[in-house]
Structure formats: C-alpha cells, structure tokens
C-alpha cells in the first residue's frame, strides 16, 4: 500500500491548492531533481520557501535527503539576505520559485554578485526577461526549470 500526504500547488495553472502526493512519487522527485541538479553528500541545499510548498517540501527535502547533503532553512525569503545567506553558509544549490529571482535582481547592484559559491538552482516561473541577466550578474552555473511539478516528475536542465 502506498500512502500519501498532502502538499500546496503554486497555483500556476490556476488557484493554489492542496494535492496528493504519495510517497513513491516523493522518493522519485529526489531521484529526479537530485540528478538533474548533479547534488552531492558535500552539497549545502539553501531553502527560503515554505516546506509546505511543492518545491521545498518535495523537490528540496526529497533531493537533500536522497543524497543526504546539508539543508540550510531559513524562516522566511529575504532578497537583501539572500546574498550574504547563501555566502555566510557556503550553499552550492537552492530551490526558488521565479519572483524571488526578480527580487533579488531588484537589489542594488555589488561587485560581490557573484562571489560566492552557488552553482546549480532548482525551481519554476524564472521570467525569460531577466533570466540571462540573472545568470549574468550572479554567475549561476546550472538552472533547472521544471513546471507542472505536482502533475509530474520530470525536470529539464536548462543550462
């Protein structure tokens, strides 16, 4: 018997809602997400999503767990912490959903954008606007876009 737990959509195709997702497709939203974003045991994983949302509460905490890397939670998103968080703690991956992205491009901008050690970012909704300019400006490596991820669990490497 599989069961199943309860998680929040991001309501990209409509309202945020609850869903059901089971365990087996919890264990292979780790092994999906975990090989698509190249995570490692050495890996620090930084989450500044609610862990009851489908990006955190799966595609993070499944792939950290998976792998068995570092999990940095912070309390809530901050775009002026974000930066000094992800140095602070060293983090080599994150999970966002887009708006936290602009967010974060809206900060004023530093010489220190992009030292630091960040290299691979898992989410959705990155705005094809400014998605050049953030890998710019803050020298992401790796950004895995996937979408639908409650109705499915796959995910594709963008660069």
């Known amino acids: 018997m599989i069961s199943n737990n309860f998680l929040v959509t991001a309501g990209t195709t409509g309202k945020s809602k609850s869903a059901l997702f089971s365990h087996k497709r919890f264990i292979g939203a780790g ?18 999503l609610p862990l009851f949302h489908g990006n955190a509460g799966v595609v993070a905490v499944s792939s950290i767990m998976l792998v068995g ?28 959903i887009g708006e936290l992205w ?39 490596k790796r950004i895995v876009e996937h979408y639908g991820q409650t109705e499915m669990i796959a995910a594709h490497p963008m660069i």
């Open 31 to 48: 092994i999906t997400w975990s090989l698509h974003m190249e995570l490692n045991i050495n890996d620090k994983y930084l989450v500044v």
């Open 69 to 96: 890397c570092t999990m940095v939670l912070r309390e809530k998103f901050s775009a002026t912490n974000f930066l000094p968080d992800i140095r602070k703690h060293k983090c080599t991956a994150m999970i966002y």
């Open 102 to 140: 602009r967010y974060i491009y809206n900060q004023p901008a530093s010489p220190f954008d992009s030292q630091h050690e960040l290299r691979v970012a898992a989410g959705n909704g990155l705005r094809s606007e400014i998605w050049e300019k953030v890998v710019t400006r803050f020298n992401i």
